[in-house]
């Protein structure tokens, strides 16, 4: 079984773009080794062909995204984020600067500069931090909803410290609800098999066109292994990005998570999670859910575990109709309807 481990220290990447560009151009002439002799030439040539401009590509990709991609550092560790804007709003995991006091930004030049915290959205591990003069080029985002297993992807960041490291795989999968270790669950990532080292967190996973597909946040661990799962990481979508990040800039907080929100403060028992303390008017409320509630499942899934809950509520939506199963400190078991609201920005 795995398990999840964001970067905190932060992340390694190296370039391994000619290995790829070798093993691509390999294949194309052995494919058609038992061809005529001219042919075979032909295709030695246009796989050669092949192979350098495929390096090529990665080598344009690193050039052009390296300089919109910087080293953040606080008196706990130091990661990765980029550029979000032109106006030095630069996005970034949320447990990169969780705790920092303050904030430096080196870029890939080596120039560094105070930053300051703009806002946070812990939820989606998502902060923004801001730095005055230093004239940087904000990076290009795509559509990460047009995304498909098996493209391009290449991680840029400043793992171990290591700045401006690269490295290079594909969109393994598309993953929902993925666990971090502090309880907090990913509503959707980006599954790669660049590898995701810590330092990376806060970087860039870019395209092979140079656009920024998602923000690498987390490895995948096995604890039978004692150590991270080669070629299994994660990232947030740029879609997510774009718009938490977008929210921050223009507001200070979220104002929409699009996150559902139940409105209850819930702990762990043997049958199921207890319920704490309940939002006044919020959801719960509203279906008499009460203190020392314990919930046993929400929508037909089973909750418990707290991780379990939140993992069921990362699925669904705003506005919502779902059943939730809860016994009461009686005994008593019932159903009631729960409309989900919106889980409230920061």
Do not use: C
């Not at 919109?68 to 980029?82: A, F, H, P, Y």
């Not at 500069?113 to 730095?131: C, E, H, N, T």
């Not at 806060?202 to 946040?217: F, H, N, Q, S, Y």
């Amino acid at each position: 079984m795995f398990t999840h481990t964001p970067s905190r220290p932060k992340w390694h990447l190296r370039v391994v773009a000619p290995l790829l560009a070798a093993i691509v151009a390999g294949a194309v002439v052995a494919g058609l080794s038992l061809a005529s002799g001219s042919t075979s030439t032909a295709t030695s040539a246009g796989g050669t062909v092949a192979g350098v401009a495929l390096q090529r590509s990665f080598v344009n990709v690193v050039q052009t995204v390296s300089p919109s991609v910087v080293q953040i550092e606080d008196q706990i560790g130091l990661g990765s984020g980029i550029v979000f804007d032109s106006t030095g709003d630069i996005v970034t995991n949320n447990h990169v600067v969780s705790g920092g006091k303050s904030f430096t930004v080196t870029t890939s030049t080596g120039k560094r500069y105070p930053a300051k915290l703009v806002g946070s959205f812990p939820p989606d591990d998502l902060a923004v931090v801001r730095i005055s003069g230093a004239g940087l080029k904000p990076a290009t985002f795509a559509d990460s909803s047009k995304l498909q297993v098996g493209d391009l992807a290449i991680a840029i960041g400043n793992p171990l410290g290591l700045q401006s490291s690269v490295t290079n795989g594909i969109v393994s999968a598309f993953r929902q609800a993925v666990q971090e270790p502090n309880n907090v669950t990913l509503p959707s990532v980006i599954q790669t098999s660049a590898a995701i080292n810590p330092g990376n967190s806060g970087g860039a996973l870019v395209d092979i066109e140079g656009r920024v597909i998602g923000i690498p946040t987390l490895a995948a661990t096995d604890p039978e292994l004692g150590g991270s799962a080669p070629g299994i990481g994660f990232a947030l979508p740029s879609d997510l990005v774009k718009d938490i990040a977008g929210q921050i800039v223009a507001n200070g907080k979220v104002v929409n998570s699009h996150r559902a929100y139940l409105g209850v403060e819930v702990g762990e028992t043997n049958h199921g999670v207890f319920v704490g303390s309940v939002t006044t008017g919020g959801p719960a409320a509203r279906a008499e859910i009460r203190v020392g509630d314990v919930i046993v499942s929400v929508d037909g899934k089973p909750t418990s575990t707290t991780a379990l809950l939140s993992a069921v509520l990362a699925e669904l939506k705003p506005g919502q109709k779902v059943p939730v199963a809860v016994t009461s400190q009686k005994g008593t078991k019932t159903t009631v309807q729960v409309t989900l609201g919106t889980y409230p920005g920061s």
